[in-house]
């Protein structure tokens, strides 16, 4: 957060990244957080190289090697918000505590809220998206891979079966800082 006396050291800032499998809710989760927040927000599919997301379209799920490139990139979007002092809003699947220790490693911004939803909610999403390269073949790759946010990690568990806006109320109450 920039210091109203006007001083350009960058204070504490946060960086929310909203996880979860496909059709978690992330996307649209983020996009009312933005709008509400007025932060800056990046949409973590777009960070992956164009084999990610061919090998995704094709129904291949990807490898810990395909990965580790696009969480290095989104790491670099998150440093350079912090580097700006900007608060911050991020959508990553970040399936694996290794993928999440990743995000967060010099990134003392990083807070995670881990989206979850019912098995048949989550595929009638994806099944309902259009538009987007990741099959619904792919979603149970995705749940066999998840581990859940831990307890030491910082963050919060929210379920999107019923409402995403309960899930907004929810993620603004309890976000540091507040």
């Known amino acids: 957060m920039k210091d109203p006396s006007g001083d350009a050291t960058p204070?504490?800032?946060?960086?929310?990244?909203?996880?979860?499998?496909s059709g978690s809710g992330k996307s649209s989760v983020m996009k009312r957080l933005a709008?509400?927040?007025?932060?800056?927000?990046?949409e973590g599919d777009a960070f992956?190289?164009?084999?990610n997301v061919a090998k995704m379209a094709s129904g291949v799920p990807l490898t810990d090697e395909d990965?580790?490139?696009w969480l290095d990139a989104l790491?670099?979007?998150?440093?350079?918000?912090?580097?700006?002092?900007?608060?911050?809003?991020?959508?990553?699947?970040?399936l694996k505590r290794e993928y999440r220790d990743r995000l967060r490693d010099g990134h003392p911004s990083v807070w995670f809220v881990h989206l979850t939803a019912g098995r048949a909610i989550l595929a009638e999403r994806v099944e309902r998206r259009r538009g987007h390269y990741m099959p619904a073949s792919l979603l149970a790759s995705?749940?066999?891979?998840l581990e859940p946010?831990?307890?030491?990690?910082?963050?919060?568990?929210l379920s999107t079966d019923l409402s995403k806006g309960r899930a907004i109320?929810?993620?603004?109450a309890r976000m540091p800082g507040r």
């Open 67 to 69: 990965r580790w490139p």
């Open 142 to 145: 995705q749940l066999s891979t």
């Open 11 to 21: 204070g504490p800032t946060i960086t929310i990244v909203l996880m979860g499998v």
């Open 75 to 94: 790491a670099a979007w998150i440093g350079e918000r912090e580097r700006a002092g900007e608060n911050a809003l991020v959508t990553c699947s970040a």
């Open 169 to 172: 109320e929810a993620i603004l």
């Open 48 to 51: 992956h190289s164009p084999e």
């Open 149 to 157: 946010l831990a307890a030491d990690e910082p963050g919060i568990t």
């Open 35 to 42: 709008r509400h927040l007025g932060w800056p927000a990046a």
